[in-house]
């Protein structure tokens, strides 16, 4: 079955520290990984996409296929970091069909 | 540029009752999605139009949904006759045409979304 799956509903670190968000995928053939970030009071939007590379606002996410993760890091978390997280996979195709995780609420205190 | 659009951003209704949801993509984006999330799930696809086209409408829940797009613009989503299990935020969002290696191509962006309450 086709599943993404992030195991964390909350989670909460302190200004500065080292925050990693969970997601792990199940999908047969190659998937494309998301991840995109709501913030309070504003529209889902991409933070990143495995195929980019690149690191947006400190964060970064690397694609390892033998353990079909695509964790989300951040070395120095910052307050406006606070926001919901999701991960989300589609084929590698024309088909923008996203596949869900259920979130990852992240809560940086100061 | 103007973003996604969607109206209304909630709507209440009581069962039985019909809702009419409308997006506005962004102009010139030939892909447009609906998604739903239902409280305590996954945000879950419903169907997506390539211009006019329903190219896969594989996520909508049963018959009483109806999607259309007029002349490849806007889309509208109606629910008749509404069940409480409809109840939940419904998104909107689009994409250019392209390849993968497209910068910005098949990047979704997505609207504020439209709130469904079925009393």
């Known amino acids: 079955a086709q599943r993404v799956t992030q195991p964390e509903k909350l989670l909460s670190v302190f200004k500065g520290a080292p925050v990693e968000l969970k997601c792990n995928y199940s999908y047969s053939g190659s998937p494309e990984l998301f991840w995109y970030v709501q913030y309070s009071r504003q529209r889902l939007q991409l933070l990143l996409r495995?195929?980019?590379?690149?690191s947006i606002k400190g964060f970064t996410a690397d694609l390892n296929k033998g353990e079909t993760s695509f964790h989300l890091k951040k070395p120095f978390a910052q307050e406006e970091d606070s926001a919901m997280y999701y991960c989300?996979?589609?084929?590698?195709?024309?088909?923008?069909?996203?596949?869900w995780g259920l979130g990852t609420s992240l809560a940086v205190n100061p | 540029e103007a973003g996604v659009t969607q109206f209304p951003s909630h709507s209440v209704i009581e069962k039985g009752q019909t809702v009419t949801l409308r997006c506005d993509p962004i102009s010139g984006h030939d892909n447009l999605y609906w998604y739903r999330r239902v409280m305590g799930k996954e945000i879950k696809f419903l169907l997506h139009f390539v211009k006019e086209s329903k190219q896969d409408e594989s996520g909508m829940p049963n018959n009483r949904f109806l999607a259309e797009r007029t002349g490849g613009t806007y889309s509208t989503l109606k629910v008749q006759p509404a069940e409480l299990e409809d109840s939940g935020v419904y998104f909107c969002?689009?994409?250019?045409?392209?390849?993968?290696?497209?910068?910005?191509?098949?990047?979704?962006?997505f609207g504020a979304g439209s709130r469904l309450t079925v009393l």
């Open positions: 495995h195929i980019s590379r690149e």
């Open positions: 969002a689009s994409s250019q045409a392209g390849t993968v290696l497209l910068s910005g191509a098949n990047v979704l962006t």
């Open positions: 989300a996979l589609s084929n590698a195709g024309n088909n923008r069909k996203l596949i």
